[in-house]
């Protein structure tokens, strides 16, 4: 297995009958939920599926597992997902895919939240490889991206796959990708959070206390 096979397979530990799983978004999140579905099938188990997007949901779809929507449900027993970085703090930074609305909510009303990944994702401070991204109300965008501005060092508006618009996500928003000079992440965070216009972001902090990684074959866990 390489190492984001492995890590999806080591989550599969954490996956008990009776329960609701979140589905995350991306390359080693799409791993686990083949590897899921695999095994519900070889065990017989009953599991319900909520998805942190529209391509998890798809995947969710292709694979047969019994699907329920976001609307339906106040808490779920596990969501597994990737990450963009993971710090040995458990500070986490996602949202390279549309749906950070979705995935916060995920990762809070779950009573486990175990982030997956291969060594590429550990960083000594976030920021570090990726821009935050940042959900933005397109009604007043450039208001917004205005106010972000004044604490970020480097800050634009994402761009869509053809680069001739900019970017929707599923709620029809705007995401900014901001690059900031920052001392406390914590207080970043909370100044963010509280810019008029901003949805969400992809700062998880506080959120998982497992972190499952592989590195040249080698599984390890961070805990918190
Ligand atoms: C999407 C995410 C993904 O989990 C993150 O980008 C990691 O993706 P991959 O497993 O393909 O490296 O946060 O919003």
Known sequence: ?????????????????????????????????????EKIRSRSLDISVVASSVSSQQKAHDA????????????IDLYV???????????????????????KLLAKISKQFIVIGDNSKIVSKIGQNYPIPIEITPIAW????????KIA???????N????????????NFVLDCEFLYT??????KEIANTPGVFEHGLFL???????????????KITN
Do not use: P
């Not at 060092?153 to 761009?159: D, F, N, Q, S």
């Not at 796959?161 to 029809?172: L, P, V």
């Not at 406390?184 to 965070?189: H, P, R, V, Y």
């Open 206 to 220: 506080n959120m998982s206390k497992l972190a499952i990684i592989a590195n040249s074959g080698e599984v390890k």
């Open 161 to 172: 796959m053809e680069k001739n618009a900019f970017a929707i996500t599923s709620y029809g």
């Open 153 to 159: 060092k480097k800050c634009i508006v994402r761009g």
């Open 142 to 149: 450039k208001i917004t991206k205005n106010l972000i501005e």
């Open 64 to 75: 047969g597992l019994k699907y329920i929507s976001l609307d339906q449900i106040t808490e």
């Open 184 to 189: 406390d992440l914590n207080i970043l965070e």
């Open 1 to 37: 297995m390489n190492d984001k096979e492995l890590v999806a397979h080591a989550a599969l530990e954490y996956v008990k009958d009776n329960s609701i799983i979140g589905l995350g978004t991306g390359s080693t999140a799409n791993i686990f939920i083949e590897m899921l579905a």
């Open 81 to 103: 997902d990737g990450a963009d970085e993971i710090t040995n703090n458990l500070e986490i930074l996602k949202g390279r895919g549309f749906d950070l609305i979705r995935e």
